[in-house]
């Protein structure tokens, strides 16, 4: 009889501590979601969006690298490219990853002529 009271007891103490962890747990779910959907997704973004632009380069785009060197793309490899930096044409041979933005594909009209007309 002893053991029948205590056991019930035991249950109802287990049932009344989980329903009081319940607001934690969803606490701690919606924290979850939010970042998510505040950090993780627009990383994944981003990252995707940098990979079609790198995917994409062509001869003759001009490029600007994460170090900050300008210049056109002469040749490009599987994860190489080959750019010219100046007027006489000196040739860097750089890392895909590298490239930071794209800033004029070839055939589109250069930012600046276009705003002038």
């Given at each position: ?8 007891t035991?249950t109802?103490?287990n049932t ?15 924290l979850?979601?939010a ?15 940098e990979?079609?632009m790198?995917s ?7 490029i600007?690298?994460?170090g900050?060197i300008v210049?056109?793309i ?6 190489t490219?080959?750019i010219?930096t100046?007027?006489?044409c000196t040739k ?7 490239i930071a933005r ?6 589109e009209?250069a930012?600046d002529q276009?705003e002038?007309?």
């Amino acid at each position: 009889m002893l053991f029948n009271i205590l056991t019930a007891t035991t249950t109802a103490t287990n049932t009344n501590s989980f329903l009081s962890m319940l607001p934690s747990i969803g606490i701690i779910l919606v924290l979850v979601v939010a970042f998510y959907f505040l950090l993780i997704r627009p990383q994944r973004k981003r990252e995707k969006q940098e990979t079609e632009m790198r995917s994409s380069l062509t001869v003759g785009d001009e490029i600007t690298t994460t170090g900050g060197i300008v210049g056109r793309i002469l040749s490009v490899s599987d994860d190489t490219v080959v750019i010219g930096t100046s007027g006489d044409c000196t040739k860097l041979r750089i890392v895909k990853g590298s490239i930071a933005r794209v800033d004029k594909k070839v055939g589109e009209p250069a930012a600046d002529q276009a705003e002038k007309k």
